[in-house]
């Protein structure tokens, strides 16, 4: 369920949470709005992938999660399952990669580009795994596409239920509020505590607005830096949120 920018959106008249989710997201698809706005040629967009890897891959290494060949990860709201492949280039073992999208076309997109991997198509707020069972959970852009503060709540507890003591959540969404997209709201540093409220965070924040981004051409690879130095400029969180070790769930 990757987020994407939207520059008009329609009134979705849906009678639950889940609904509205699938009726935003499919308007996104009518649109086309990924691959026009996330666009793999765009050096921009590039520029934000590299940056979030590099990112990612030095809070795994710092505390303690790199190789990830022992390791069992749940990507939710996986989409296309591309991030969740991207495991695989730190030692993740397919066998070992789950990933569980809320809607249909993407979990059949995300079989056919990585038939090694495990896709599942499912509500993350009724996880068909057992208690302690994953070492990582990654949530890309997921909590940010919860209007329903009821929802946001049972997705993190079942997060909190299947993760590992010690284990942690994978965090990547946007901080700052998109006015042009309604069906999205912007996850601070203090709703991530409210969900986890015993995990221990690490949070960076990271990304270069994207819509600027994109627009920097050939010279990405000098002002893209330069830009994201100026801390309002960063729309996103990327982190860890790491599972106390004596706090279970009750």
Same mark, same amino acid.
Not at 62 to 67: I, S
């Given at each position: 369920m990757r987020q994407i920018f939207v520059s008009e959106a329609k009134t979705v008249g849906a009678s639950t949470?889940?609904?509205?989710?699938? =009726?935003?997201?499919? =308007?996104?698809?009518?649109?086309? $709005?990924?691959?026009? $706005?996330?666009?793999?040629?765009?050096?921009?967009? =590039?520029?934000?992938?590299?940056?979030?890897?590099?990112?990612?891959?030095?809070?795994?290494?710092?505390?303690?999660? $790199?190789?990830?060949?022992t390791h069992r990860i749940l990507d939710v709201g996986c989409g296309n399952g591309d991030v969740l492949a991207s495991c695989l280039t730190w030692g993740a073992r397919p066998e070992n990669l789950h990933g569980v999208e809320l809607l249909e076309n993407r979990v059949i997109a995300a079989k056919q580009r990585h038939p090694n991997i495990n896709f599942e198509l499912g509500n993350a707020e009724h996880l068909p795994y057992p208690d302690s069972y994953f070492d990582l959970v990654m949530f890309f852009t997921v909590f940010s596409s919860i209007l329903d503060p009821a929802m946001r709540r049972h997705v993190a507890a079942e997060s909190i239920r299947i993760l590992k003591p010690g284990g942690a959540i994978v965090w990547y969404d946007f901080r700052y509020r998109n006015r042009r997209n309604p069906h999205t709201r912007p996850m601070t540093k203090d709703d991530i505590i409210e969900l986890f409220p015993h995990f221990h965070l690490k949070l960076a924040p990271v990304t270069l607005l994207p819509p600027l981004a994109r627009r920097l051409g050939l010279f990405t690879n000098y002002l893209y830096p330069l830009l994201a130095t100026i801390a309002p400029l960063r729309t996103h969180l990327i982190g860890l949120l790491v599972k106390s070790t004596s706090d279970c769930l009750k």
């Open positions: 949470e889940v609904e509205r989710i699938k =009726q935003a997201y499919q =308007q996104y698809d009518e649109a086309n $709005l990924a691959s026009r $706005l996330w666009s793999t040629v765009n050096r921009g967009n =590039q520029t934000i992938v590299s940056e979030r890897t590099s990112k990612l891959h030095d809070l795994l290494a710092e505390t303690g999660f $790199l190789p990830l060949n």
